[in-house]
């Protein structure tokens, strides 16, 4: 089971640390990846950090203002947030893949397990 959390609302410019934790599983066996989905919008990949080589993507729209990371021995990965903008307004979920020796690519969306989701609302 995935859990997201550390949303909430923020003025533009703002910085928020969203929480991806696991229980029953340990997430460094498995490709974890940030997921937002915006009011009447498209679920649309933010950021991804492979289980394999610990490399990492983003999503261009982000990409310079997020940063992704993990910490093993908390069994938690990390999106942090700066600059955030109005744009950035979504439920955010966290969710989790076993590529096997592959790592994150562009376009991956089809995660197998996926958390509750976490709400970040960014005022201008």
């Known amino acids: 089971q995935l859990q997201a959390s550390g949303g909430g609302s923020v003025q533009a410019r703002g910085s928020l640390r969203l929480s991806c934790t696991a229980s029953?599983?340990?997430?460094?066996?498995?490709?974890i990846g940030w997921i937002r989905r915006a009011p009447g919008k498209e679920r649309e990949g933010v950021s991804c950090?492979?289980?394999?080589?610990?490399?990492?993507l983003y999503a261009d729209f982000v990409k310079g203002r997020f940063t992704i990371s993990r910490n093993n021995a908390k069994n938690t990965v990390y999106l942090q947030m700066n600059s955030l903008k109005p744009d950035d307004t979504a439920v955010y979920y966290c969710a989790a893949i076993d590529l096997g020796g592959y790592g994150c690519y562009r376009g991956l969306i089809n995660y197998d397990y996926w958390g509750q989701g976490t709400l970040v609302t960014v005022s201008s």
């Open positions: 950090i492979s289980s394999n080589d610990g490399s990492t």
């Open positions: 029953g599983f340990t997430l460094d066996d498995y490709t």
